[in-house]
């Protein structure tokens, strides 16, 4: 019988991808998501729990009706601007949420952890390349919520044996190349369907955060992985966990980074339109430089990034903005 797997955040833009590759895989992903960010007709791939971790009687219940062998946990607030403004929601949400899923999950007995976390968790580290070993020293709040989770899943590993794999994301792009699921962000705040709009004349510009800084144009340098991509590393620690092979943490990029200015150029070749852009001042709380510098993912997981050209992912991304499940 195929293996239930709970995935909160399953409505979400980045879960809802991961539930289509887990069933893809032979798993049956079990939503379980309270709607504040997430979309009911993202729930496809399986069942749908309406719940919130901030009430551990529904994670107890969900717990209860499913039985799942593992937790994938994408639920989360995620926006460093609105981290710095309300550093509060971020502590209050990320990490009690996280608390309430960890102890419901030991208290039925899944000790299997797929944890999303971030590169925000490293902070500004002078333009080096980050691996899992670099220290972390997050500049927001959204990054120190992602690192006290991190600090839990050790603490309840060594005390109650709960098995976990952490995974750093870089910056999450595109969507499913076949369309059935998107990127859908109310209010959105991401660059590339924010320029995609903006191209699409459905907002008057992009606004360019900071044009000040040490990189080779003076926009931020990130790092783009595909959804797709990062979602199969998810399955790929997943069956790490089921295997038996013990905690382990790993980043989820793919070594190259990109200047918003960049990311604006190759959108032009993409779309063949122009970008409307304006200057603006930096954003509290973002870093200069968050690349990844690790392997680890492909060595020990043997996992491929396969779409993760800025090509593909602003190319997805433009075909799902134009296409009829798209809202923005
Ligand atoms: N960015 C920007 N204008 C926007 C949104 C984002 O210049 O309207 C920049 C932002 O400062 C960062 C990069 O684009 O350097 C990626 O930001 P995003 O919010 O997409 O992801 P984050 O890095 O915050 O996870």
């Known amino acids: 019988m195929a293996q239930t797997v709970l995935v909160t955040g399953g409505a979400g833009y980045i879960g809802a991808h991961a539930c289509k590759v887990l069933k893809a895989a032979g798993f049956v992903p ?8 997430g979309w009911e007709e993202a729930v496809k791939y399986g069942p749908f729990f309406k719940g919130d971790l901030m009430n551990r009687a529904d994670v107890d219940a969900a717990f209860a009706q499913y039985r799942p062998v593992a937790v994938l946990h994408f639920a989360a607030l995620s926006l460093v601007g609105q981290s710095m403004k309300d550093p509060g929601k971020y502590w209050r949400v990320n990490v009690m949420g ?15 952890f797929v944890f999303s976390s971030t590169c925000a968790t490293y902070g500004d580290q002078d333009g080096v390349l980050l691996d899992e070993e670099t220290v972390q020293k997050p500049i927001n709040s959204y990054g120190a919520s992602k690192r006290a989770i991190e600090d839990m899943l050790v603490n309840f590993g060594e005390s109650h044996g709960l098995n976990h794999v952490i995974f750093r994301y ?21 660059l590339i369907p924010l320029m995609l709009d ?67 150029d190759h959108a032009r070749a993409v779309t063949n339109r122009e970008v409307p852009i304006v200057e603006g001042p930096r954003r509290a709380g973002d870093a200069v430089a968050l690349v990844s510098g690790s392997l680890r993912a492909a060595a020990e997981l043997g996992w491929e990034p396969k779409r993760s050209t ?16 798209y809202r923005g």
Not at 30 to 37: A, G, K, R
Not at 170 to 190: R, S
Not at 310 to 325: K, S, V
Request: hydrophobic share 40%; proline share 4%.
């Open 30 to 37: 079990v939503t379980f998501d309270n709607l504040n960010t």
């Open 98 to 112: 996280a608390l309430n899923l960890i102890e419901g999950a030991i208290a039925a007995g899944c000790l299997n």
């Open 170 to 190: 870089f910056n999450v792009a595109g969507c499913d190349p076949e369309g059935e699921i998107g990127e859908q962000h109310v209010p959105e705040t991401h």
């Open 198 to 264: 903006a191209v699409a004349g459905k907002r008057p510009a992009l606004t360019v955060f900071g044009s000040d800084y040490p990189t080779r144009d003076g926009t931020c340098l990130r790092d783009y992985v595909h959804v797709m991509d990062l979602v199969e590393a998810h399955v790929l620690g997943l069956d790490w966990l089921l295997a038996g092979k013990g905690n382990r943490v790993f980043n989820l990029g793919t070594g190259t980074g990109f200047t918003v200015r960049e990311v604006i």
């Open 310 to 325: 800025l090509r593909q992912m602003i190319g997805d991304a433009w075909a799902w903005a134009q296409g009829p499940g």
